[in-house]
C-alpha cells in the first residue's frame, strides 16, 4: 500500500514555521506593552512616594517641583510609548491571525486531500478484494 503524500507538504510546513514566527512576534510586542504599562506604573508610585515626603523649605519644594516635572516628562513619554507599542501588538495580532487562516486553509485541504486518498485506497482493496473472491470461485 502506497502511502499518503501531499503534494504542498513544504508549502503547510513553511506556513506552520510562518504562523509560529508571527505567534512569537506578537507575543515579543505583548510582552514589550505590557513592560512600558509597568514601567508607567513605576513612575505614578514614585510621584506618589515623593509627594508624601515633606517639603519644608523653600530648597526642598523646589527640588520636589523639578523631581516632578521630570516624572511627569517620563510619564508622558512612556505613553507615547505605550500608544507606539499597543500599535505594534495590534498589527502583530492581525499579521499572526492572518497567518494562521493561511495556515489553516492549507490544513483543511491537506485533510480533504487525506480523506480522497483514504476512499480511494479503500475502493482499492475492495475491489482487491472482489477480485480475489471472484477468482477464487472461478478457479
Known sequence: MVNFEFGLQRVLDYRQMEESWAKDAYLASRAERVEC???????IVNRSE???????TLGERQALERMLERLDGEERAHRIALEVLANEEEQALQTWHAKKRDLESLVKLR???????S????????????????MRRTG
Request: aromatic fraction near 10%; avoid cysteine; charged fraction near 40%.
Open 37 to 43: 504599562e509597568q514601567t508607567i506604573l513605576e513612575v
Open 50 to 56: 515623593f509627594l508624601a515626603q515633606p517639603a519644608n
Open 119 to 134: 476512499i480511494e485506497v479503500a475502493r482499492r482493496e475492495q475491489r482487491e478484494l472482489d477480485e480475489w473472491t471472484s
Open 111 to 117: 485533510e480533504a486531500e487525506f480523506e480522497e486518498w
